[in-house]
């Protein structure tokens, strides 16, 4: 469990992106290390390549990837297009269409800490036990949904070794005793990633995503705390004080 602390936070555009990129590549390292994948970090990008199962994720880290770089990610992404590939450019600076892959654009946000309002009287548990690992698990293999883990097989998209990782917390949420929703978190020095906020069908429109962003929230305390937004996903962030930095673009 990671415990939130006072840091001085760059301002601008450019440097939330930087912050978020940087949480992005935190985020994916703590999952390729506790999943056992291949870890491949170059200058210009991060790669994790999970096999059949968890694909080929590849996250640009700069702007201007130099030619060496764009050359072997290019080249990883063509060797593993039949197992699934994701390259996520935050900086629209590379162009997979030649490879078959489709850009699609989702915002990156970023909000500042200050006061919320009341949250919804849904109840948030922090994940402590492989239990409600499981059930955080399966809620967003399902909900979210992560497609390359189903069917679904206990562990593999979120390994026990989760549990205790420095920088990683999961939240699930409940409805009368149910399981509702799920959540990760990642910090990573001066910034607190938000991934993966599920809700699951039958408990949407419930307030269970708006409990668990509070909860992220308090949890993060004084830290800035980023995140990429679905489109269902970005009123409730905008009505949280998320603002956009820029739309990155997805090739898949």
Excluded at 73 to 102: H, K, N, Q, Y
Excluded at 126 to 136: G, M, N, P
Aim: proline share 9%.
């Amino acid at each position: 469990m990671s415990t939130p602390s006072t840091h001085a936070v760059p301002a601008g555009p450019t440097a939330s992106l930087r912050l978020a990129v940087r949480n992005s590549a935190a985020f994916w390292t703590a999952l390729a290390r506790t999943r056992g994948s291949e870890l491949i970090r170059r200058p210009g990008f991060l790669a994790s390549d999970g096999r059949e199962r968890g694909g080929l994720r590849i996250l640009l880290l700069s702007p201007d990837p130099g030619p060496d770089d764009l050359a072997e990610l290019t080249d990883l992404a063509r060797r593993r297009l039949s197992d699934g590939v994701i390259v996520e450019d935050p900086f629209g600076s590379v162009d997979m269409s030649a490879l078959g892959l489709a850009p699609g654009r989702l915002p990156i946000m970023i909000r500042h800490p200050g006061p919320l309002p009341a949250p919804p009287a849904v109840e948030i548990t922090h994940v402590e036990t492989t239990a409600q690992l499981r059930t955080a698990e399966n809620i967003v293999v399902h909900g979210f949904p992560l497609t390359n883990f189903q069917p679904y097989r206990p562990g593999d998209a979120f390994s026990e070794d989760l549990l205790g990782h420095p920088g990683v917390d999961l939240f699930l949420a409940a409805r009368d005793g149910v399981p509702a929703g799920a959540c990760m978190t990642v910090v990573d020095g001066t910034v607190g990633g938000t991934y993966w906020v599920t809700t699951l069908p039958g408990h949407r429109s419930r307030g269970v995503g708006r409990a668990l962003m509070h909860a992220v929230l308090a949890h993060l305390g004084d830290l800035p705390a980023t995140l990429t937004a679905a489109k269902a996903g970005k009123p409730l962030y905008d009505s949280l004080g998320f603002d956009t930095i820029t739309d990155a673009t997805w090739w898949m």
